[in-house]
């Protein structure tokens, strides 16, 4: 993974209990393509979470982040082997890896560089899979109304140049594999407004923000937000529509 500033290892415990969890069969499908199981390498791997809904599937699981603190903070378990490492230069066998995955960080990395990469550890009957989620969807529409103004009028200045690539869906990125069809899969949670504010705050649009200024914008959408959540213990439904890229060598 290679970031043009580290917008996550500020916020890296944060990230580890706001971010939003990908739904089971996303990895139960993932789990179907490659022709072995044997080893697994999520790429950009934060706090884990798409190492661990890995684990049960594949006999091993290496995860890298680039972040030590991310790292620090990432979900344990017994087949997962975080280690601190980019993208670009991983340091694993070559033909070695029965199935690379991205989780949302796809459009931080050095893109040529990392395909080249990936295709050098890649064995042979190996599949790639890329995926992304952009802006929030509430079932309350006012709520909806607050959320995408916020993300647009108050972030949306803010947010580094390759968060055209997730507001495409990664759709743009040139894709050096052989494409696989992949069903559509969302994340969803019933969260409550504190939830909601944590995930904001670990948005790379706020820590900028937070950097250059020294103001708060989830202050400022936090008072947004609360005459229209209708009570902040109340939970509401959030939906995150996730976009896949996925190939074979």
């Avoid at 820590?207 to 708060?216: K, N, W």
Wanted: charged share 20%; hydrophobic share 45%; aromatic share 12%.
């Amino acid at each position: 993974m290679s970031f043009t500033h580290d917008h996550f290892s500020s916020v890296a415990n944060q990230y580890a209990d706001f971010r939003p969890h990908y739904p089971p069969e996303l990895f139960a499908w993932l789990a179907t393509l490659p022709d072995r199981r044997s080893l697994a390498w999520d790429v950009g791997t934060g706090n884990g979470q798409a190492a661990v809904s890995l684990a049960p599937y594949f006999e091993r699981v290496i995860a890298t982040d680039p972040s030590a603190l991310q790292i620090a903070a990432a979900t344990t378990h017994p087949l997962v082997d975080y280690r601190v490492g980019t993208g670009e230069s991983s340091g694993l066998a070559s033909a070695s890896v029965d199935i690379v995955t991205i989780a949302q960080a796809l459009h931080w990395f050095d893109l040529d560089a990392f395909f080249v990469e990936a295709k050098r550890v890649m064995s042979a009957g190996a599949v790639l899979a890329a995926w992304t989620y952009g802006i929030i969807q509430c079932d309350d529409p006012e709520i909806d109304r607050v959320l995408h103004a916020f993300y647009i009028e108050r972030t949306g200045p803010w947010w580094p140049p390759n968060r055209r690539l997730v507001e495409t869906g990664y759709r743009t990125i040139p894709f050096p594999f052989i494409g696989v069809l992949a069903p559509s899969f969302r994340m969803r949670a019933e969260w409550r407004l504190s939830d909601l504010l944590g995930y904001v705050g670990t948005w790379s649009a706020v820590t900028r923000i937070q950097e250059a200024t020294g103001q708060d914008p989830v202050a400022d959408l936090a008072a947004l937000l609360r005459p229209v959540w209708q009570g902040g213990a109340l939970r509401q439904t959030i939906r995150w529509p996730l976009s896949m890229r996925v190939g074979r060598l």
